[in-house]
């Protein structure tokens, strides 16, 4: 067992040291001023506040940002709650076709495509909203709106509380490696400048799960150091097993955690695999069963890695400085791992802890060297360097200790003093940067529609056919384009009144996936009522915000109907979507249904399509925008997809 750390730890201006978590946390006294008792109160409860603040942050969006890959993630702890087996059979009204891209089939039974450790892990989340869903008699559908809307949030609740979790445990582990305010600050820039917000929060990304999973390795090591126990390494060897299973791609995060236990002796080395190697067994079985490899649907892409020189070279300076993937380019504070990994033999005292932070390094220099041998090393659809998502929390722990070192150098005196305030100066507008880059990830993304528009590559072709070109693209980069399309606005309030809506013109055979992100825009009138039928009369260039809530990977062939009447006398209405012409029709004094093609942006990230109305006889307003009176009046709306 090694000896606990016995660095000193820097002064902190005037305050007491801060030689561990809650060391200066003084109790409330009933007097002094309110700023102070408020101070006091968060210190006490430091981590729960932090939880919180991160965890609203992460869903001030209102939206989740998923893919094909998350699906399964999604609604596979509501199988397991009602089923009680982490598969589906392949008549369930969960699996629709929009998802079942998500699933293999096995005769007939559909076992996810990714690994099952993380919904495993998140079933604990799902048990309320499943007990409502029972005592409200809502359907394991994903036909009915409201179970729709259930699976829809809790893919985003589920992983924004993981990643707040990673963060406040990340934080927890810091203040035993540096001093507190510069472990707040880490773990801040963990939390808001990195794919923690714009990734790892925003659905269940197996990314997630790892960076929790490592958050916790970190937290144990460090606290063995102190309070040295057995049941550090059986927490370490848990955790490491989960890893590997939740994405084998990122197996060499759990080398620390295993030569560390290994530096122990073989005592705590002989805990470390005894509780590893039987939370592995299930997963292997698992995978056995579902796809014949101990790794499950990942042995398929063994076939898709190119280990020759002249591919490494290209894929891995894509994976750090590519316009549009590259980590430096969207996280520049990366870059303080380096010199952190050579400040450690100086800052931390221990040597079994300098050698397991070394290994941290020895892990990233791997990690980097699989994805940049992996021909996807681009992460397809996505926003930034998705495959590192889960690394952060080890890349952040060696930034954490060279943000301690330079912080305890501002506070000499002397020559180096000007030098140190000019790195603060870079180290705040590269905190900036990071931080604009993730906000147009979490509110932006995927407007611009980036990825997809010229496609990367062909679906069903091998990545190594894939145009990479464009991801060198210094003025079509994903972070500009993504930023001039404008943020995805989200009225949820708006999502939960369209469950019910009524007494307008909406019909409600509109598919519920289109119906529940229907809002009128500008040009549209209040409802009115002509014989008991609702109406809205609309004038030139009227809008209409259409937010398609299904996953799909292309655009969605959809059909508009309208049942609507022109004013007074005849008029010529002109549809577009989202900028282009989808049809003209002339429609007479009488009502008259038209049915109009159109095409939606896909996906339940919430793509944003905007359907304009021109009405080419209407009389114009100086603004522009036809007079209050309306020159159509709509009283029959309809969108539904095309099967």
């Known amino acids: 067992m090694t000896a606990p750390r016995t660095r000193e730890p820097a002064k902190t201006g005037g305050r007491p040291p ?37 965890f609203v942050m992460y869903n001030i969006n209102f939206r989740t940002i998923n893919s094909a890959d998350t699906l399964g993630a999604s609604l596979l702890p509501f199988v ?12 369930s009204t969960l699996i629709r076709p929009e998802n079942i891209v998500s699933f293999m089939a096995k005769g007939d039974v559909l076992y996810p495509a990714y690994p099952i450790v993380t919904p495993v892990l998140v079933t604990p989340l799902y048990i309320l909203p499943y007990i409502a869903m029972n005592l409200f008699h809502i359907p394991l559908d994903m036909t009915d709106a409201a179970c729709f809307l259930i699976v829809y949030a809790m893919e985003k609740l589920a992983a924004s509380i993981v990643t707040a979790a990673a963060v406040v445990v990340f934080y927890a582990g810091m203040r035993r490696v ?10 801040l820039i963990l939390a808001f400048g990195t794919g923690m917000w714009s990734i790892n929060s925003q659905a269940l990304w197996q990314h997630g799960t790892i960076a929790f999973l490592f958050a916790i390795l970190f937290f144990f ?20 097993s989960l890893l590997v299973f939740a994405r084998p791609a990122d197996l060499f995060l759990a080398l620390p955690a295993f030569v560390y236990a290994a ?59 590519s316009p549009s993937r590259g980590l430096l380019v969207f996280t520049p504070l990366v870059l303080l791992a380096v010199p952190g990994v050579l400040m450690v033999r100086s800052r931390i005292a221990s040597p079994v802890l300098q050698r397991t932070f070394w290994c941290f390094f020895i892990a990233l220099l791997l990690e980097i060297f699989v994805y940049s041998s992996f021909n996807c090393w681009w992460g397809g659809t996505t926003y930034g360097p998705r495959f590192f998502a889960g690394s952060l929390p080890l890349i952040f722990v060696l930034s954490g ?48 529609n980036w990825n997809d528009s010229p496609p990367t590559f062909t679906a069903g072709t091998p990545f190594a056919q894939a145009d990479t070109a464009r991801l060198w693209d210094v003025r079509d980069n994903q972070i500009a384009r993504t930023f001039l399309a404008g943020p995805i606005v989200v009225n949820p309030v708006m999502l939960l009144s369209n469950l019910g809506r009524s007494g307008d013109i909406v019909d409600p055979a509109t598919d519920f996936a289109i119906r529940l992100g229907i809002a009128f825009g500008d040009g ?12 809205r009369l609309i004038g030139d260039r009227a809008t209409l915000s259409v937010q398609y809530l ?45 049915t109009i093609p159109i095409r939606l942006n896909p996906s339940l990230r919430l793509g944003n399509n905007v359907i304009q109305f021109h009405v080419q006889d209407c009389p114009q307003s100086d603004s522009g925008i036809s007079t209050a009176r309306g020159c159509i009046a709509v009283r029959n709306l309809r969108i539904t997809r095309n099967a």
């Open 80 to 91: 397991i709650l009602d089923s009680h087996v982490p598969w589906v059979n392949a008549e």
């Open 18 to 54: 801060d030689s561990g978590a809650g060391s200066f946390i003084r109790k409330p006294s009933g007097r002094g001023s309110l700023v102070e008792r408020v101070r006091t109160t968060i210190l006490a409860h430091r981590y729960l506040f932090l939880f919180f603040f991160v």
């Open 221 to 240: 090591i460090v606290r063995n150091e102190e309070n040295g126990d057995w049941r550090n390494f059986v927490a370490l060897g848990i955790c490491s």
């Open 550 to 594: 299904r996953y799909s990977i292309g655009e969605n062939a959809c059909t508009l109907t309208l049942v609507a009447s022109a004013v007074d006398t005849p008029k010529t209405l002109d549809v577009a979507v989202n900028g282009e012409p989808a049809g003209t029709v002339r429609l007479p004094a009488e009502s008259t249904e038209v």
């Open 178 to 187: 540096v001093r507190s305010d510069v472990a707040l600050a880490t773990a």
């Open 263 to 321: 530096q122990n002796g073989r005592k705590y080395l002989g805990w470390y695999l005894g509780s590893a190697i039987p939370v592995a067994l299930p997963f292997v079985a698992y995978n056995l069963m579902a796809a014949g490899t101990i790794f499950g649907g990942y042995g398929g892409l063994l076939t898709e890695f190119s280990f020759t020189v002249q591919a490494v070279s290209v894929h891995m300076a894509g994976v750090l400085v």
């Open 524 to 535: 549209w009138s209040e409802p009115g009522y002509s014989n008991g039928t609702p109406f």
């Open 401 to 448: 200790i060279a943000l301690d070192g330079i912080a305890e150098s501002r506070e000499r005196k002397g020559s180096a003093r000007p030098r140190a305030d000019a790195v603060l100066l870079l180290l705040i507008f590269l905190v900036a940067w990071s931080v604009f880059v993730q906000i147009v990830g979490a509110f932006y993304y995927p407007n611009g």
